[in-house]
Structures are given as C-alpha cells and as structure tokens.
C-alpha cells in the first residue's frame, strides 16, 4: 500500500490513539469525518490494521516483572511445533516468529522474578534436544514510542515498565471490561458494557476510573507493517560501561530517532534492544553508525536480529 499524506497523518495519530472519537480524530487529522471512517474501515478490510490493542500497567495488577525470551531451534521442524504446544496460558503477553539468529520469541509478565525461571524451565524441558539456544531478557524499563517517521511526536510515548506501583483491587465487572478492551481496543461503550452485564453509565464510570488509576495506561495500533512497505528490525546493543549518563544517551538517542519504535534496558548482557521500522536496510546501517559515533569511546557490540512481524499473536491479559 502506498501512503499518501492523508494517510500518514491518520496512521500516524490513530497509533496511539485509537480510542478517540471519530470526530476528534478528523479535527486532529484534519480530515472529514467521512473520511476517517472511509479509511479506517479499508485499513480493516485491507489488513493493513490487524488489531487495536489496549495497554495495562502490569504493576497495579500485581505484575512487577517483564521477560522476553529469543528462542532458536536445532531445526526449523521444531518452531511450529513448539509455537502449538505454548498455546495460551497464564503469562505470555505476545509471541512471534524471528527471521535471523533466532526462531521465536515468547514475552511474558509475571508477578516476581521466581516465575520468570519457573515458566521458561517448565516450557523448554521437553525440548532439550531441541534448542540450540535461548536469551532471556529481563527488563527493567521499557518504553514504545508512536509512529515519528510518519510525524507522529514522541509526548505520546508509553512506559511499559519502570515504576513499580501499588497494586489496585478490581471486582468483576472490571475484569469484563478490561477483558472487553484486550480483545477489541476500539471496542463501543454500549458493547463494553454488553459484555460486562452493566448499564452504559456504569461501563463509562468504571472505564474512566481504571484510566484515572492509571491501571489502563493507553491504545496502539497493532499494523501488518509489511503492507506498508515497512520491516522490523531489533537491534541487540550492549555497552561495558552501562552508567546512568550512558543509559541516559540511550534513552536520548531513541526519543530522537524517527525510525525507533521502541527501547528495552536490560541489566544482563545485551543490556539494550532497540525496536526500529525502517524500509530500506540502509536505516539499519545508518543507525549502527550514529550508535557507534555516539558511543565512540566506549565498548559497544551491536548485533542485528530480523523480525518477521511485529508479534504474530497478542494475549494482553492472560492471567484474566
């Protein structure tokens, strides 16, 4: 699909701010009405929009701990085969497949850092034979950035993790709402309000609470970035000397560049995974270079893993 300036714009602003009404969206995008809903419904159709995906702060919800594990198989035989048998369960959040060095990759939350080990233990066992290898990656701040090649700002930024916050008690009519907004982020009040077997005044009261408790943290847009012409690529940093001042470049240089979407800290090695969507590969070698320049006095290794796609399969409440 070729963008056009209309396009960019609606892409751009819908991808953190998929909840808005229409009539918001069209004066912020500076499109009629008609018209946004014209092309957010061909975007659907398309399959160039694969899904609204709704954020949850994991902490309030008893969640202090983020993982992602990069799986690579002995043989390709095996990654279907493992993808069917993980199935849905009580910790994945989002999993999909990797073009380069790795196979797969599977990321979780989990309420302390002893389920961490306990469930990737308990998935690979069977598979001893069958992994050549597996990271596993353990966050300590995370953060998304909005769409910034299509113009998008980044005062619009999520932070997934990095505060730890009291944990709110919810009842279940909450749960029936939150549950409502995992599977459809974009979902109607009156059919959020269907779903939880409330009246819509109530759906509406409980929905904005859980926003004011900061327990619903914002949208995004999950898009088939391939029918756009666009790839993902990670980049796997780690720097010898990960100081505060070092971190802090870190977090600087993706705040500023327009092709990253996304910045992980890690205490372990690699101790930093950069999120990029780009067009041509030349961005990647692009960005390597301004990394290096940045760093030029440091110890810096930089490799480059592929994504096939953003994350084949989304389970943001598995633990509902």
């Not at 308990?122 to 909005?146: C, G, H, M, Q, R």
């Not at 810096?300 to 592929?306: F, G």
Request: charged share 30%; proline share 2%; hydrophobic share 40%.
């Amino acid at each position: 699909m070729e963008l056009k300036e209309q396009d960019s714009r609606l892409l751009g602003y819908l991808y953190h701010n998929a909840r808005e009404p229409i009539s918001k969206i069209a004066k912020e995008t500076r499109l009629s009405r008609e018209q946004v809903v014209y092309r957010i419904n061909k975007y659907l159709s398309e399959g160039v929009i694969k899904r609204f995906i709704t954020f949850f702060n994991y902490p309030k919800l008893g969640y202090n701990a983020l993982a992602i594990a990069l799986i690579k198989f002995t043989k390709p035989k095996y990654i279907k085969e493992f993808h069917k048998k993980l199935g849905k369960d009580n910790f994945w959040i989002s999993k999909g497949l990797v073009n380069n060095k790795y196979d797969l990759f599977i990321q979780g939350v989990f309420k302390e850092e002893r389920e961490i080990n306990e469930y990737f233990f308990n998935a690979t066992k069977d598979y001893s034979e069958a992994i050549e290898e597996i990271l596993i990656i353990k966050p300590y701040y995370a953060k998304i950035y909005p769409l910034k090649f299509l113009g998008s700002k980044s005062e619009n930024s999520l932070v997934i993790i990095g505060e730890s916050s009291e944990k709110i008690k919810l009842d279940d009519k909450d749960k029936k709402i939150m549950k409502a907004l995992e599977e459809d982020g974009r979902i109607k009040l009156i059919d959020i309000a269907k779903k939880a077997g409330i009246s819509a005044e109530l759906a509406l009261y409980k929905l904005r609470r859980l926003k004011k408790e900061k327990i619903i943290t914002g949208s995004r847009i999950m898009f088939d970035m391939n029918k756009l012409g666009y790839n993902y690529s990670l980049l796997s940093i780690n720097l010898r000397n990960f100081s505060i001042e070092n971190q802090n470049k870190l977090k600087e240089f993706a705040n500023n560049n327009k092709y990253v979407n996304s910045i992980i800290l890690s205490l372990a090695k690699p101790n930093c995974f950069i999120q990029l969507f780009h067009k041509e590969h030349l961005i990647i070698k692009e960005t390597i270079d301004e990394l290096k320049s940045l760093f030029i006095n440091e110890n810096i290794s930089i490799d480059v893993i592929l994504l096939k796609n953003e994350g084949e399969e989304i389970n943001a409440l598995p633990f509902l």
